[in-house]
């Protein structure tokens, strides 16, 4: 299979590049650009030297269908808004980790990303892939909206709780902390090393573009389900999302019998792993892994369930759930070329 990455000098391309080069299905990976064309790709990414031989190509919207099978597009928002339309869609299957096909409502999308939401067609044939949650629509899907990184591990962290109707729609806080690579690879005064080292930062204050994407996800589980509080942190750290999540429980509960309820939700998925009462997972524990591991407890005290949800944002926030679904979209074993064990310390 031949496979195409939009945007494969950033950072979600690189990860895309590591995988997709390494899995058993594909035989051809091609590197477009949109501004480096002919450039070797080693000389971005200098950690390639005697692995990649590729040369960046130029993104020529006419001809990908002749080249790929599936395209990936790890690119800014927009890009994908603007390029789809100008390929033969009936062709080739695409799977986009931009935020573009992820919101149904583009009111809703040019709000929060404050820039033209994508034809309305595209956006109502791309299925949402958040993996464990979707399997029979992905398994079927030819154009993929990849989930954003924060809208997964909380996602995954309130699916059992929220489908189960264990917690109380209006309650829901989710604090979530993240690596500086999720901000991509462009330099910026919010990334610089002064900015980011021995400080720990608040932004987007109930305004982060992830707040819809995770209440239509959460709402379609539960209809009750409106306004979540959703906060973003950044922590001088180069991978990894942690969301603390909060909520009140409806009614008499134990630690116990909500771990039960996480085990079998999770029984059959085999890139979630529900931890012990008493442990607590750390974003070093699912480094460079395609893993989202979780830990809860419920406090007596004060009624509310604490989730602890945390993945590698460019593995299992993007790139990893990427080939997750690729492996999906074509039939191959969901885990096939994600078997990585994280990388620790
Ligand atoms: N970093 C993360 O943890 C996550 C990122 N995402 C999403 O994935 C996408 C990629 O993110 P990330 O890799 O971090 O970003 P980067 O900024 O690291 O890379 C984006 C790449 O896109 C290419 N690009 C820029 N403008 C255009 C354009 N107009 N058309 C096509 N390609 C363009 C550039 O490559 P070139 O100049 O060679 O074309 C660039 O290297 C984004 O939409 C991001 O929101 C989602 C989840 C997590
Ligand atoms: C650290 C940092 O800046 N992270 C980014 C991650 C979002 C992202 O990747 O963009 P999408 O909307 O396409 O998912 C942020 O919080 O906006």
Redesign the pocket.
Known sequence: MNVGIIGATGYGGNELYRLLTKHPKVEKCILYTSSEDGKAYRESYPHLTGISDEFLVSIDSASIDKEVDVLFMASP?GAAAEILPQINLDQIKVID???DLRLKDSALYEKW?KRKAADQKIVDSAVYGLSELNKPSIMNASILSNP???PTASILGLAPAVSNDLINESSIIIDAK???S???RKAGI??HYSEINENLKI??VNG???IPEIEQALHLMNENISAITFQ?H?VPMTRGIMATIYADAKGEMSSEELLAYYQAFYRDSYFVRVRPLGEFPSTKEVYGSNFCDIGLSYDERTGRVTIVSVID?LMKG?AGQAVQNFNMMNGFEETMGLEITPQYP
């Open positions: 928002p980790l931009s935020g990303y954003g990184c924060f993240t690596g500086v999720g901000a991509g919010g990334v932004y987007k982060h573009q992830h973003t950044l944002n993007a």
